[in-house]
């Protein structure tokens, strides 16, 4: 019992730091602004996961008429967020 409690406590410390590397944040709580961002994965012609030049990596939704059809993983791109979804981006 103490070893298997001495494991869950070794592994839980050296889990921790990975855990708190994956700072990814939700879309909505992101300020209305223009951002350049670096495209991880396209999940879907409405959906992007991207990394912000602050490390924060998000999912991003694009508003109705809007598509990331011509989106690729890794393309850098510049792009307007308001209330947590995309009106408007270019891919640069």
Excluded: W
């Excluded at 602004?33 to 912000?52: C, S």
């Amino acid at each position: 019992m103490r070893n298997a409690l001495a494991i869950t406590a070794l592994l839980a410390a050296t889990l921790a730091p990975i855990a708190a590397l994956a700072n990814t944040v939700d879309a909505s709580l992101i300020p209305d602004g223009t951002y350049t961002v670096k495209v991880e994965k396209v999940q879907d012609n409405a959906h992007i996961t991207v990394k912000m030049d602050n490390g924060i990596e998000t999912t991003l939704a694009a508003r109705p008429g809007v598509s990331f059809g011509k989106v690729k993983s890794n393309d850098t791109v510049k792009l307007s967020v308001v209330g947590g979804k995309v009106p408007v981006y270019i891919v640069e």
